[in-house]
């Protein structure tokens, strides 16, 4: 984002104008920060400052009460509008387009107002699944199934494979906390485990029957990689997906660009 933020002081700003990557640095080291230029750290910090929030008798909008905390409408909006624009701009998203999508994980906050942090944490991590993990498999460790089970980030969204199956005679430690199991052992283990999520990396000649053994042994959501539809009944969640399906799309659309 800072890289992106550069290009556009470069191309809209005034040749006379302190552009972020010319800052002379800080007094004291700092980590850098990935999203935000210096300037535009700079900018947040002085908004959240209590310097800021004390300030008084400097324009109309700034009042006199007792005590030196406090907020007005022009301080809170500005504070607001400042994490609405960094949430946006680290989601590559519209600033209404988050307060949308943050009003439909939450219905605690009030216009003008704003969300409670706490309480709102709690509502993002109870809709993405973090407080209660969601336990699955995955039925084919091939080469698309081992770099599933490589990817980490499946837990930030409230889902954990939690093992793997193949057409081994034993099992495999794969790495600390998974194994590659043999079928034979694959009923047993999903009843025993409450397994909810089963993901099918097989080929399509063996896909079918594979979801019908998740079926059968309780699996409730089904996820496809293999090139072909399934068949599941009523009450089953699946979701399909079509590696190559994706990249033609975007073939296609880059030769009509």
Known sequence: MKEKTSKIEKTFLSPFAKRSEDTVGRLREEPPCPMRTEFQRDRDRIIHCKAFRRLKNKTQVFFSPEGDHYRTRLTHTLAVSQVARAIARGLSLGEVQVRKDLAAVSGAGKPKVGYKTVDLIKSIENHLGQT???KAVLVGAGK????LLEFDDFENYGVKIIAAFDCVETSIRYNRSIEILPMKE??????NNNVQIGIITVGAGSAQDVCNRMIECGISAIWNFAPCNLEVPDGILLKQERLALSLAYLNNKLSIM
């Open 144 to 147: 698309l199934g081992k770099a």
């Open 186 to 191: 694959f009923g047993e283990f999903c009843k």
């Open 132 to 134: 209660n993990m969601t």
